[in-house]
Each structure stands twice: as C-alpha cells, then as structure tokens.
C-alpha cells in the first residue's frame, strides 16, 4: 500500500489515495499500527483520500487509537495539497467532503504546488447538546467544571472541544488534566481539550490534548474552537494569530456570515510503501 507523509503546523498523519488503490479492509486497525512512533511509520493518525459523490474529494479521518474522527482542520488542507499537486483536482478552490459536511478550500499555489491554504470551516455549533456537553449554557461560556479547578468554554467545530484559558500552559495541564477532562462523563462523545494563553487580543499560545491521539503539536479545529472562545469570552478579537508548539494559525470568526476561517501550511514529507495491509 502506498501511502504519504503530511503535516501541518506538526499535526501528522499517513495517507493513502484511494483514487488509485483499493482502500485498506481495516482503516481502524491500520491507523493503530501505521501511526505507531516506534514500529510503524509515525503519526497522529491515518487520513484516507477517497473519491466523493459531492466534493472533489472525500476525507476519512483515524484517531491513533483507532477511533474515526469526525473533522481534521489540518488534515483537510493537507488533503487539499494532496488532491492539487497529484492532479486528481487542479483547481485552485477545491471542496472537501468531511464528516462535518463538505468544505470549501482556497489555495495558495507556488511552483505548481499548494502551500498556504485556507480553509472555510463552516459555523461553529454552540448548542450544549449538539457540542455534546452536559455543562450548562448554549454554549457553556467559562462555566466551572465540577471536579476540576478551571472554567471551560465549550465549541464544537463538528468535533467536540473544551477551551480553557490559563495564566500560563504546564504540562501538568496538558497531560496530566487534559485526559481527564477528554473522557469525562461531562462530554458523552469524549472532548478535544484546548488550554490556552492570551497575549494580546490578536494573539494567542495553545497547547492541545486531542480525543483518541494525546497532545498533537497542532490541532486546526481546536484553533478554531480557540477563536469563537476567545470571542464568547470577550478576550480576543474576530482575527488572531493562534500560536500551536508545531507553529501558527490565522483565524477569523467572520460577523458577516458566521463562519470560521482558517489559514495554514500543509507540507508533503515523504511517500512509501506499507507492506502490511
């Protein structure tokens, strides 16, 4: 099976274009192995790129642990590179079909290859039970967490997230709170957990503790989730830089139409082929 290595901001994962090959039998099971640092290629999950009925593309999204995923936003801009520079698409606005609906992608081209990329990622969904959260509020807007020494706001990007604003990021937050808080029974369908830095109303730090692969060095949703956050708290402004350990997003929260927009890297770092399918 031929598979590639992408990234974005650090956010890793294996692809495999199942225009030109059959898709893996197992996707859950493969993730598991393909993903594993020591024995298997390494990464944050697998991202299958398949054909769509509606879109240019289909993506499919593997947690490390197996699990499928809902939504990637650093996946989808590095499926978006991958549709453009091996021609399945050669346009320079793509869609892509995810598990929260089709997006809309604008791309940057520069020597016949997608660089920057952005990404309309649709509105952000505040209804508590729709996040899901059994927290109170529509969205739950620095609510106390019951059990917990920190107040949470809660989005969902079509995957679920819990941002909390701290004066500075441990790791104590990020490993030791974070995978509490992700399987929680306050979040049925587990939770992305953001913890976040303000620096100034256009600029952030976070670190991110992701549902099903532990910290990832970025996460395109969770900034997202950061953005409409800061917003809802009155801490930021509509457009801010987020800063992740793996680099930088640009976001804005558009008053126009109520959607969120995302810009960032995606790089191709090697391709190969997994012999165990």
């Known amino acids: 099976m031929r598979f590639t290595k992408m990234q974005g901001c650090g956010n890793d994962y294996v692809y495999v274009d199942c225009f030109t090959q059959k898709p893996p039998t197992n996707p859950a099971a493969l993730s598991v192995k393909i993903a594993d640092r020591h024995f298997g290629v390494g990464g944050d999950g697998l991202i299958l790129i398949c054909p769509s009925e509606k879109a240019d593309a289909r993506m499919r999204m593997f947690n490390a ?121 306050l979040f049925p369908r587990k939770t992305n957990v953001e913890f976040v830095k303000v620096n100034r109303p256009d600029d952030v730090n976070f670190r991110v503790w992701e549902r099903g692969s532990g910290e990832t060095l970025a996460c395109g949703t969770g900034s997202c989730a950061v953005a409409v956050a800061g917003v809802l708290t009155g801490r930021t402004k509509r457009q801010i830089t987020a800063h992740a350990v793996g680099g930088e997003l640009q976001l804005h929260w558009s008053e126009k139409d109520n959607h969120v927009y995302m810009t960032g890297p995606a790089v191709a770092v090697f391709s190969g082929d997994w012999p165990d399918v």
């Open 65 to 185: 642990d197996g699990s499928e995923s809902e939504m990637c936003g650093n996946g989808v801009r590095c499926v978006a590179k991958y549709v453009y520079d091996h021609g399945i698409a050669k346009k320079p606005t793509l869609t892509i079909e995810t598990g929260r609906g089709v997006l809309t992608l604008d791309l940057e081209v520069r020597g016949d290859k997608a660089q920057q990329i952005r990404v309309d990622m649709g509105e952000p969904i505040l209804e508590a039970a729709r996040i899901p959260t059994t927290l109170p509020g529509n969205p739950p807007i620095d609510v106390p967490m019951p059990g917990y020494d920190f107040n949470a706001t809660c989005v969902s990007m079509g995957n679920p997230h819990c941002v909390i604003f701290v004066d500075a990021i441990t790791d104590q937050h990020v490993h030791g709170v974070g995978p509490r808080i992700e399987r929680d029974a």
